[in-house]
């Protein structure tokens, strides 16, 4: 048997299955949920369970109860995977904003000692022509010719 993935793992430790995404068509498709659902199924599920022999209702309030039962165990897992997410993204940005630190000082730096010594400009351009590209400083207007004093 193949080794389980770490999100297999995960998912395992969470109780939930790990499943392949669905499509956007099939997104779309699902009925989308109505503000207080869960309290109205409730309530359709005992009123189903109560009219069973009338309305022949057993496998509608079984596809119900089932439904809300899953809710019920995913709900918990999705919030605590929302939580470890947006932890795991803060972390992830304040190690990018350290590497940008660390670019911008390099930068810095090359162009603060570019004048003594020209190797170290001319090694280091292409940290300067990226820096430039996605962080370009102020534009400089240019003074159209003729356009002096009298």
């Known amino acids: 048997m ?3 993935t770490p999100t297999e793992q995960i998912a395992e430790i969470l109780g939930v299955e790990f499943l392949p995404l669905l ?3 099939e997104v779309r498709e699902l009925q989308k949920a ?3 659902y869960q309290a109205v199924a409730d309530d359709a599920a005992r009123f189903a369970q109560k009219h ?3 309305l022949k209702l057993d496998q509608i309030r079984a596809s119900i109860q089932q439904g809300l039962d899953d809710v019920a165990r995913l709900e918990p897992v999705e919030h605590l995977l929302k939580k470890l997410y947006l932890s ?3 972390q992830r940005l ?3 904003a350290k590497c940008m630190e660390g670019l911008y000082d390099t930068s810095r730096r090359i162009r603060d000692f570019s004048e003594a010594y020209p190797e170290i ?3 280091g351009q292409h940290l300067l022509d990226f820096m430039k590209a996605f962080r370009p400083g102020p534009k400089k207007e240019k003074k159209e010719e003729g356009s002096g004093g009298a």
Request: no cysteine; glycine share 4%.
């Open 2 to 4: 193949p080794e389980k």
């Open 23 to 25: 499509e956007p068509s």
């Open 34 to 36: 109505l503000p207080g």
């Open 52 to 54: 069973k022999d009338t």
């Open 88 to 90: 795991v993204y803060h």
């Open 94 to 96: 304040q190690a990018t």
């Open 121 to 123: 400009e001319e090694e």
